[in-house]
Nanobody, 127 residues
Framework: VQLQASGGGLVQAGGSLRLSCAAS????????MGWFRQAPGKEREFVAA????????YYANSVKGRFTITRDNAKNTAYLQMNSLKPEDTAVYYC?????????????????????WGKGTLVTVSS
């Protein structure tokens, strides 16, 4: 069972990037998928989540209106389109599935009985 994130890189402020999170090893269509990020010297924070069907999406206030999360269950892949990037968006972005997104989804702790994380992908936004 693996989550593989990709798409990070260096971009100027105001630019765009699209992150991908590909799941392998089992079907993730039953779980919400999403992203957290961790900036240097800061705690990991929630960024965005999408329900198993793709019908509901949730965002941190800091990215609302600039980031869009989508998923393609046929490909077991989630995407994070990041527009109007700011230097404060610089961080390592981690994709996740299941219980780490429970709070965003409004369900009780350990509701999904699964906790998956991918290795991070670095996003650097220059001013």
């Amino acid at each position: 069972v693996q989550l593989q994130a990709s798409g990070g890189g260096l971009v100027q402020a105001g630019g765009s990037l699209r992150l991908s999170c590909a799941a392998s090893g089992r079907t993730f269509s039953r779980y919400p998928m999403g992203w957290f990020r961790q900036a240097p010297g800061k705690e990991r924070e929630f960024v965005a989540a999408i329900s198993w069907s793709g019908g509901s999406a949730y965002y941190a206030n800091s990215v609302k209106g600039r980031f869009t999360i989508t998923r393609d269950n046929a490909k077991n892949t989630a995407y994070l389109q990041m527009n109007s990037l700011k230097p404060e968006d610089t961080a390592v972005y981690y994709c996740t599935a299941g219980d780490p997104l429970g709070q965003a989804m409004g369900v009780p702790q350990s509701w999904y009985g699964a906790d998956y994380w991918g290795k991070g992908t670095l996003v650097t936004v220059s001013s």
